[in-house]
């Protein structure tokens, strides 16, 4: 299948900081990409919805100017997270879907990164 | 709207049993349903779809799942467990809305034992 790579892995870093992920499609074109959230033992939480060239479609919920959402070619999008705080730490994956997807395609997922916040 | 309900929390399976994962759906109109598979500190793998067609689906890493429509069923199975089979198994559906994204279960940890 399509890789999706995700970096960093982990990131450790002082309360008050801010971190940027970035998730690329190494192999194909996306259009979109997402961003999910997973809390130990949970579910993934959708976060955000990210389209090329345009602004990111967030859930309800979900900070749009602490979580900052880029995706300005077809293979790179990053999440920053602003002024990070201890709880924001969690686990955060990306994922994206070919160009010529439709809804029967599956999406790619990257590794995921593990942030913690000191 | 779209949504997907895995009733177990967690499986527990002894090695070279067969082993089922169970999901259900809710939807309205065509159902596209997806299984993946997370290993510990991972993202997330593709095991198989349901697009249409056949209700047996098969699958990466010798996983099958059975469309059932009139249970509104999509649970995961394979034939003999294996120790390193041990991991999260996600039940999803695509969402129709404009972004086709996916929705997720709550997961079931599957537990292999030697």
Redesign the interface.
């Known amino acids: 299948?399509a890789v999706?790579s995700?970096h960093p892995s982990w990131v450790i870093c002082k309360s008050g900081t801010s971190v940027k992920i970035e998730c690329r499609s190494l192999d194909f074109q996306a259009t979109?990409m997402?961003w999910y959230r997973q809390f130990p033992?949970?579910?993934?939480m959708?976060m955000a919805?990210s389209?090329e060239g345009s602004k990111a479609?967030y859930e309800q919920g979900v900070e749009k100017d602490k979580f900052l959402i880029n995706h300005a070619s077809l293979t790179l999008s990053t999440l920053t997270v602003t002024s990070a705080h201890p709880e924001d730490s969690s686990?955060y994956?990306c994922?994206a879907?070919d160009l010529v997807?439709?809804?029967?395609t599956?999406?790619?997922?990257?590794?995921?990164t593990?942030l913690t916040v000191v | 709207a779209q949504s997907v309900a895995q009733p177990e929390d967690q499986v527990n399976v002894a090695e070279g049993n067969p082993l089922t994962v169970k999901c259900t759906y809710s939807v309205s109109g065509n159902p596209?349903l997806?299984w993946?598979v997370q290993y510990p500190?991972?993202?997330?793998?593709?095991l198989l779809?349901y697009?249409?067609g056949d209700n047996l689906v098969k699958g990466s890493y010798g996983f099958e799942a059975e469309f059932n429509k009139s249970q509104t069923s999509f649970h995961l199975k394979k034939p003999s467990a294996l120790v390193s089979d041990s991991a999260l198994y996600?039940c999803a559906v695509?969402d129709?809305g404009a972004?086709?994204?996916?929705i997720?279960?709550?997961?079931t940890?599957l537990a292999v034992q030697p």
Not at chain 1, 41 to 44: R, Y
Not at chain 1, 101 to 104: I, L, T
């Open positions: 299948g999706v995700q979109t997402f033992k949970q579910s993934l959708l919805t389209n479609t686990f994956i994922s879907r997807g439709a809804a029967n599956e999406a790619f997922f990257g590794q995921g593990r | 596209y997806f993946y500190n991972r993202g997330l793998q593709f779809k697009i249409t996600f695509r129709g972004t086709n994204k996916l997720f279960g709550t997961g940890l």
